[in-house]
């Protein structure tokens, strides 16, 4: 049974749930949530019949917290447990500058099978709703205080579960509610080019991020099976018409490995892929999954690939590895989650 948590809807859909009540009320219940109430009786401009009637018929946040863990470099971690029993990941990262990022997951699992990648691996069981994805950052906010940005790249392939991303994005932007800044957001993919249109053309105006990883063909099949399905070829006009289209400039992201994509012809393939586009490459040393037959590059090898690609012209930069204590960084995500479900529901992980 799924618990309907106000946490996922408008305020016109919290309207319908609380009719004949006035439109106003809720207003203020929407409010209230994105300002950190997570209970009904703490909403105290609403009067008490209503606050009784709506925590007989729906919830808060249908997710809660099962386990946190944290970094010394300031990286939280959050096992956030589902009404169905399941479990996704979401992580706080925090910059050089303090700021700091939600990374919020958007399936339980992920089908994509990108052989680096840990969530790859834990295999794939449902999507989630607005709820569910809203709830993690809220509870992050719980967890940290105010946040900063927000990124869809932990657990999940955000354009396979679009309608729920979008909702999500359309509670945190609302006005009324957290009124996060568009800019503030990025989707990130693993490459599916009829999502980037579809993003291009209907929105929300958010970042996007494509998980390039590597610019061969083959290569890149062998790695991100999406390949076969959405050559690069068509990602690569998917891109250039996203980023035509709104204006922003698009992160191409590649996770290194090592002996495996950061060599001088690879560096030469993905300049010849990013020539002409508006993009930035950002570079992600491999974050180390035990059980997958990939190795970290060397800060030597990181460095010479960076500098080859800056010397083809391309505009790249390397992003400094965090959460990798609480394995909490990109693609660790899953781990000690088994199937990620728990096996009775809404018990603990333990
Ligand atoms: N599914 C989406 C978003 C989640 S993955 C996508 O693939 O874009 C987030 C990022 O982590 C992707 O860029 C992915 O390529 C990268 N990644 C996956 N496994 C990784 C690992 N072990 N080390 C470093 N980055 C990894
Ligand atoms: Fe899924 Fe992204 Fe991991 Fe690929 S890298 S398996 S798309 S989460």
């Avoid at 974050?287 to 500098?307: D, K, Y």
Wanted: charged share 25%; glycine share 8%; hydrophobic share 40%.
């Amino acid at each position: 049974m799924t618990i309907q948590a106000v946490a996922g809807l408008l305020p016109d859909e919290i309207a319908e749930r609380i009719s004949p009540e006035p439109a106003f009320r809720a207003r203020q219940v929407f409010k209230w949530i994105a300002s950190g109430a997570r209970d009904f009786d703490s909403m105290s401009n609403l009067p008490l019949a209503l606050r009784a009637s709506l925590k007989a018929s729906l919830a808060v946040l249908s997710t809660r917290v099962l386990d946190s863990v944290k970094d010394a470099d300031g990286t939280v971690k959050l096992q956030v447990g589902l009404a169905d029993g399941y479990a996704v990941e979401t992580v706080l990262l925090v910059d050089r500058e303090g700021r700091k990022t939600a990374c919020v997951s958007c399936q339980v699992g992920c089908p994509m099978g990108c052989a680096f990648c840990q969530t790859g691996h834990v295999g794939y069981a449902r999507d989630l709703d607005a709820a569910e994805i809203v709830g993690q950052f809220y509870h992050l906010e719980d967890a940290v205080g105010r946040l900063d940005n927000i990124v869809y790249m932990g657990m999940g392939e955000p354009l396979l579960n679009l309608d729920a991303v979008r909702k999500s994005i359309a509670i945190l932007t609302h006005p009324q509610g957290r009124a996060l800044s568009r800019r503030r957001i990025t989707v990130s993919t693993s490459g599916l080019s009829a999502g980037i249109r579809d993003l291009a053309d209907n929105g929300p105006d958010v970042r996007l991020a494509v998980s390039l990883t590597v610019a061969d063909p083959a290569l890149r099949a062998e790695l991100m099976p999406v390949t076969r399905s959405n050559p690069l070829g068509e990602l690569r006009e998917a891109i250039r018409h996203f980023a035509e289209k709104t204006g922003r400039r698009v992160t191409l992201e590649a996770a290194l490995m090592a002996g495996v994509n950061t060599s001088r012809e690879r560096a030469r393939e993905l300049a010849d892929f990013a020539r002409g586009l508006n993009v930035h490459v950002n570079l992600i040393p491999w974050n180390p999954v035990p059980t997958l037959p990939f190795s970290t590059p060397s800060a030597e090898e990181t460095r010479r690939f960076l500098a080859e690609l800056e010397a083809l012209g391309v505009n790249a930069t390397l992003r400094m590895r965090r959460g990798t204590s609480v394995a909490g960084a990109c693609g660790q995500l899953g781990r000690g989650l088994g199937t990620a479900r728990n096996a009775e529901p809404d018990d603990g992980l333990t």
